[in-house]
């Protein structure tokens, strides 16, 4: 690599370091006191030495993505370091009283738990899939026992209600100006649906909020919704749209991005543009998954119709985990018609959708087993407050 750009100052790197929020704590590894030090050599190498509560921590895998990918957005950084200790038992008593009164006196922006994973689904342009794998995902990760959350931030070419199979309206909470989601049971976990789709009467009437409040429609569903504890926040994002992406970017510094692209290479570059832009608003790029990629004639014999290696491809231009490929499927296109998911019956991209679930799961600590940590401290000495509101919801089971 060339060292003609100069390794980033110090100060730069904390101040992104902010945006790593330690999950079972609910504040930035900066304010908590966690970040022991900064080093950054001439050849752009950043060193960084972190302390955590406990070494065995089981957040600990997941706070070292976070730190690596905030400081990889940076221009000039050649390599990323992780050193990590322990804080002493004096540190840590001033880490949780920090902790304490951040909870205390927190007064969120959104309505989102900070120990909510948020998975922002995006593709640079329409038609590969997104949807389709957005609500599958969701799907696939509450089939497997999780609280999750899915937005449909495609506010004027929202499919999720359809795909799901359920309509009528979002209702509104019990004394407070705010709206409930669908919460629908499947299998052990939840899935928590919002969608303009659930707003409004048509999609003609959804046109009409077109532009004008599209941004504000989506930070209205951030901030105005009781989600009540979750895992996973899935959003289905607009195609190619910056300006929403920017707006999720600011009121959820901590989301990060799922690419969907397609086999073809003329998506693949479009793909490459939505990820550049997640990355000047210094969102994180958990991933690229390939949708489309092969077909398989009742003969076994395998299609490529549009194109292969356009996923993986991606995922090694710009640096980030490939998740997997779904196949085409013919049972996709009906299954969402007829409102079931997919995901919920056999078939090759339910199965592989649910494997890349099966990984998110496995990488993503549940919010409600933390205690291994030091959460248990932190709720000890709050009670709830220490715990996200739940939502007054009734759930209706569906699949
Ligand atoms: P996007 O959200 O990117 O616009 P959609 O999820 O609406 O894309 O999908 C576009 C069309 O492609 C839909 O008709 C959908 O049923 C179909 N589709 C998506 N993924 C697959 C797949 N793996 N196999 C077959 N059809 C698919």
Redesign the pocket.
């Known amino acids: 690599m060339s060292r003609s750009i100069q390794p980033p100052a110090s100060e730069r790197i904390v101040s992104l370091l902010r945006d790593v929020i330690d999950p079972e704590l609910g504040s930035n590894i900066v304010d908590l006191g966690m970040v022991k030090g900064v080093s950054i050599s001439n050849d752009g190498n950043v060193g960084v030495t972190i302390a955590l509560t406990t070494l065995g921590c089981p957040l600990r895998a997941q706070i070292q993505r976070d730190v690596k990918d905030r400081i990889a957005t940076l221009d000039g950084v050649a390599g990323v370091k992780i050193n990590w200790s322990e804080l002493t038992a004096e540190e840590k008593s001033r880490t949780m009283s920090i902790a304490r009164k951040n909870v205390a006196s927190q007064t969120p922006d959104t309505e989102i738990p900070l120990t909510t994973r948020v998975l922002l689904v995006s ?1 640079g ?11 599958n995902l969701a799907v696939a990760l509450a089939s497997g026992g999780r609280c999750v959350g899915l937005l449909d931030a ?1 506010i004027w ?1 929202y ?1 999720v209600p359809r ?1 799901l199979g359920i309509s009528g309206r979002l209702e509104g909470a019990t004394d407070q100006k705010k709206i409930l989601p669908t919460t629908l049971e499947m299998g052990d976990g939840v899935l928590k649906v919002v969608s303009m789709g659930l707003l409004v009467d048509d999609e003609k009437t959804a046109l009409m909020w077109r532009g004008l409040i599209l941004n504000r429609a989506v930070r209205h569903f951030l901030e105005d919704v009781l989600w009540g504890s979750m895992d996973f926040l899935l959003v ?1 994002m607009p ?1 190619g749209t910056g300006d929403v992406q920017m707006g999720v970017a600011k009121l959820l510094p901590r989301a990060e991005m799922i690419i ?1 692209t397609t086999p073809s290479r003329s998506v693949q570059n479009v793909a490459a543009r939505a990820a550049r832009m997640g990355r000047n608003n210094y969102l994180r790029i958990a991933g690229v998954i390939e ?3 092969i ?1 398989t004639s009742d003969d076994g014999a395998e299609h490529a119709l549009f194109g292969s290696g356009g996923g993986e491809s991606l995922a090694a231009e710009i640096g980030v985990p490939f998740l997997g490929h ?12 007829e409102g079931r998911p ?1 995901v919920l019956k056999d078939g090759a ?1 339910a199965e ?1 959708v649910r494997a890349v679930a099966r990984q998110l799961a496995a990488e993503t600590v549940p919010a409600g087993v933390m205690g291994r940590c030091s959460a248990h401290l932190l709720a000890d000495r709050l009670g709830d407050a220490a715990r996200p509101a739940e939502a007054a919801e009734s759930p209706v089971r569906i699949g």
Request: hydrophobic share 40%; proline share 11%.
């Open positions: 593709s342009k329409g038609g590969v899939g997104k949807s389709s794998i957005a609500v495609d070419g499919s795909m289905d195609p969907v949708n489309m990629t077909f779904v196949p085409i499927d013919p049972a996709v296109t009906p299954s969402s018609d997919f991209a592989a």
